[in-house]
């Protein structure tokens, strides 16, 4: 028989709201910021923190995490947070990363729903934004955490790192403030989404929005069950294919049953019982509207749009660069990577992470991602630092 999750036992959205449990999280009150589409919207920005800042404050580090990821880059699950520290092997005392000598700040995106103002954030009016949340761009998120950078007292980052959508913002971060980073690390990402991307993140968008109980994004008052958790689902299922590789899909999976289940009975292969559990997984713990937003930034993202093209964006870029990809990677293609290496000045040659999962190598690969990013700090440090 078919198992999976009743999606009446999940709650109408996976969004931090106030009153629940802050955990490690901090907020700061930014003020209204001018979007690129020309409204006006009040942001509070909610990060996390590990180490000290120095007198000088050379030693601050920038993490920007990718498209359903939030600022808990290090601690357990529970207490508020969802999930566990999504990079706890990169970042830490010891790490390549090290928080004994670094400050590192880890924001959650504008848009998103892990505390900073999203759609299911309190609009002035009282009432959850929802439908009513504006189109954001990957340079509002910026500008967003340019201000919490302000606030922090962080006037320049010894490094901006990002990867997947994070890469996407750390390059904006390079081009829009060129003065305020000193490296640069884009790890499987891209200068500008490509029409597959865009196709891929158009799929998603329709899988939530046609979902019935979505009810056009005002959905923040419904019962427990009563959310769009089917389409948000489907969608992360739909993204899920292009995360992973399909060597490994085939390896793991081939064409095999899962466990009892009978597909000339209407079972399933253990390839979909497999995309159900990720997609239910994120149904639990994220929030349909902010899926919608933040994929809608990721389609908008062009570092060229109204700077003379892609090519001529790069060159400004004034930081030591740091390029990664996955070699099985087949949702950012190497001419993507290779393009960013052969346009941005100071650009070390690309680097390659190996491995049989995709995508999804930049979470998976700890040991192979912490020796090149732990190189590039180190050497880097010597003539870079104080500049």
């Not at 078919?2 to 003020?31: C, V």
């Not at 329709?206 to 419904?222: C, E, N, S, T």
Request: glycine share 10%; hydrophobic share 40%; charged share 20%.
């Amino acid at each position: 028989m078919r198992q999976i999750i009743d999606p009446r036992t999940l709650p109408a959205t996976g969004a931090w709201r106030e009153g629940d449990p802050p955990g490690h999280r901090r907020f700061a009150e930014i003020g209204e910021i001018l979007l690129d589409n020309g409204s006006q919207l009040p942001v509070t920005m909610a990060y996390e923190t590990w180490g000290t800042l120095n007198e000088d404050g050379s030693n601050a580090v920038l993490v920007l995490h990718a498209l359903t990821g939030d600022s808990h880059v290090i601690g357990p699950a529970g207490g508020g947070h969802p999930t566990a520290g999504w990079w706890e092997d990169i970042v830490g005392p010891g790490r390549a990363i090290d928080t004994t000598r670094y400050y590192v700040v880890a924001p959650n995106i504008l848009g998103g729903c892990q505390g900073t103002t999203g759609p299911a954030s309190t609009a002035p009016d009282g009432r959850p934004w929802g439908s009513r949340f504006p189109q954001v761009t990957a340079r509002d998120q910026v500008v967003a955490e340019s201000l919490l950078a302000d606030r922090l007292g962080v006037r320049r980052w010894a490094l901006v790192v990002g990867s997947s959508m994070g890469g996407q913002r750390a390059l904006e971060w390079a081009i829009q403030f060129p003065d305020r980073v000193a490296r640069l690390c884009v790890i499987a990402s891209n200068a500008a989404t490509t029409s597959e991307q865009l196709a891929l993140a158009h799929t998603q968008l329709l899988a939530i929005q046609g979902d019935p109980k979505f009810r056009g994004g005002d959905y923040y008052d419904a019962a427990v069950g009563d959310g769009p958790a089917a389409g948000l689902a489907l969608a992360r299922q739909i993204a899920h294919i292009s995360y992973r590789s399909p060597g490994e899909l085939q390896s793991r999976f081939s064409r095999l049953p899962q466990h009892a289940e009978e597909p000339l009975e209407g079972g399933r292969y253990a390839v979909e019982s497999y995309l159900d559990h990720a997609g239910w997984k994120l149904a639990r713990r994220f929030d349909a509207n902010s899926y919608l937003v933040i994929t809608r930034s990721m389609m908008t993202h062009d570092v060229g749009r109204d700077r003379g093209g892609v090519d001529i964006a790069l060159s400004q870029i004034q930081a030591r660069v740091l390029v990664i990809g996955v070699d099985t990677d087949r949702l950012f293609l190497p001419h993507e990577l290779e393009q960013i290496v052969r346009h941005a000045p100071h650009a070390e040659p690309l680097q390659w992470i190996r491995s049989e999962c995709g995508h999804d190598g930049f979470l998976i690969e700890h040991d192979q991602v912490s020796a090149k990013l732990g190189r590039f700090l180190r050497a880097s440090e010597r003539t870079w630092l104080h500049r």
